[in-house]
């Protein structure tokens, strides 16, 4: 039978069966042992194994009340172009670097211009950006804040968005659909590009490399664990409002039910064989902040809370349980002001 969700009793059965081969057992491994050679294996099934450094076209310049800021187009090793801006505080010391990540909101006309301000943007993005910013984020763009508390901020517009976007909501399937002809996934893609565009970030002029965290929130929340996990060029993460488990995040109502947004999310080289906690976990015993909100509609309060449980096993058995910070939070699937604060606060004391 298929439920009004379109999922069969098939996938059902799958869910509630609960077994990830690749998941953390401490009956079975440490934490070392278990990290070394599972992140071999992911690495291996998303088919990330060496990562390039883009090339990175300097389009223009803008200077924001003593911000510095770069219009950057990013040239990746898959042939594709992605738009980018780049912030940095009025400062020629070495400063830390945030890869800040966008989310997706279902709204794709904006990329980068979600989390960074240029003052002299094009009406057809200032609008909506100002709005995308009150909606989502307190009224303030994230990256700038960022850079005024002394951070070098990078954003780039992921496919689908900015100047990479394609033609709705709808399209979404379509583009994951073209992209699986060739053995590849949609969340795939936004992937390794993120992990390029860290390389960028890292070897930039005025960048410590030993001092780059990743940051986002929603998926650009996902994101910014997927790539603290997977590479070790990433000193600490901030993540706000995508956490949970498989089997949590697969009930009525769920986005991961219904195609369109959740291919960003969804790797067919790991998929059942490892839960989002356990992935995230790969990162351990680095700092990290996971923050989600208690009415929040995409992830449930009590699903976040087991997924922040299954975390805290693997920080706490890494000999490192203080690095690891989870809150939830008052409030829906927003990343307000206040919050904002207090991640960057949190940021400035681990790195």
Known sequence: MIDGENMPDLAKRLRDKKSFAWNFDPAVSDVATWQRTTLATVRGALGIEAIATPSATHLGEWDDDGLLGRHLQLGFSNGETADAYLLRPPTKAPTPGVLLLHDHGAFFSIGRQKL???PDEPRETAVPSDDWATRLYGGRHLGNALARRGYSVLCVDALGWGGRASTGYESQQALAANLMQFGQSLAGVVLQEDLEAL???KQLDGVDPGRVASCGFSMGGARAWQVAALSADVKA???VGWMGTLSGLMQAGSNQLRGQSAFYLLHPGIAGRIDYP???ALAAP???LFL???EDRHFPEADAAEA???MRIIWDASGAPDTLQTRLAPGGHVFPVQQQDDAIDWLDRVL
């Open 292 to 294: 989600s909100g208690r």
């Open 237 to 239: 993460c901030v993540s």
């Open 278 to 280: 356990h992935f995230a």
């Open 199 to 201: 390389a960028v970030l």
């Open 116 to 118: 960074i301000r240029w």
């Open 286 to 288: 680095k700092p990290a």
């Open 308 to 310: 922040f449980r299954q």
